[in-house]
């Protein structure tokens, strides 16, 4: 899941922390691709780290079991069924595609319905202690925490994802993703139909998508 889609499961608790937990992750990998950490070991040394340390379990826990599915499965597949007639070449992959274009749809899906809101989510990752992530960091054995600080910093000021109920925005972030792993930007024939294809099926999910935000929640219980 995607950010907005990971700050739904935390949105109700109103701890900062726990919603930074939630998403760091996946801002350590936008950040540095070689920054996966599969298992943390990491001792809380106070209230704020402990609820870092259960976001970021919490994230863990809804990967799995959103990415196992059976709405993701059908979902991405469908989804991919129209990408293969735009991404007809290598090295551009329509699964790759379709796995990413779903996460964002439903993050798009999420600000159109009112599930999120946006602006929170950056109020709350701006009211986070910089020590706090820090000392997480560096019990990670993180080198560089100026280097994420300074991304950190940029991710919240751009306020980007507070566009992404916007297909053709959609298609901009998808070409970025994409991007980093094959370089090539996305062509205007591959740019004008994804936007149709990624239309298309938001207003086909919509609005039965939250089912999968449900079906989720009760295997986290």
């Not at 439903?106 to 820090?134: G, H, R, T, W």
Request: aromatic share 14%.
């Amino acid at each position: 899941m995607n950010f907005l889609s990971h700050f739904y499961y935390t949105q109700s608790t109103a701890n900062p922390y726990y919603t930074m937990g939630a998403v760091l992750p996946d801002l350590f990998r936008n950040h540095h691709h070689d920054w996966k950490f599969h298992e943390i070991d990491v001792v809380p040394d106070g209230d704020d780290m402990s609820w870092l340390i259960k976001g970021w379990l919490l994230h863990i826990e809804v990967d799995r079991i959103f990415h196992s599915s059976a709405p993701f499965s059908a979902h991405t597949s469908h989804l991919r069924k129209k990408l293969v007639h735009v991404f007809t070449e290598p090295p551009k992959r329509p699964f790759f595609l379709a796995h990413i274009g779903y996460e964002l749809i439903l993050d798009a899906l999420l600000i159109q319905n009112k599930k999120v809101i946006a602006a929170e989510f950056y109020q709350q990752l701006e009211s986070c202690d910089p020590s706090v992530l820090d000392r997480f960091m560096v019990q990670l054995g993180v080198q560089d925490t100026g280097g994420f600080h300074k991304f950190l910093k940029n991710f919240i000021e751009s306020r980007y994802l507070g566009n992404y109920d916007r297909p053709k925005s959609l298609v901009h972030a998808l070409d970025q993703i994409g991007r980093r792993v094959w370089v090539e930007k996305f062509t205007d024939f591959e740019t004008k139909n994804t936007i149709e294809a990624i239309d298309s099926t938001m207003k086909e999910l919509n609005p039965a998508f939250i089912d999968v935000f449900h079906w989720v929640e009760k295997r986290l219980l």
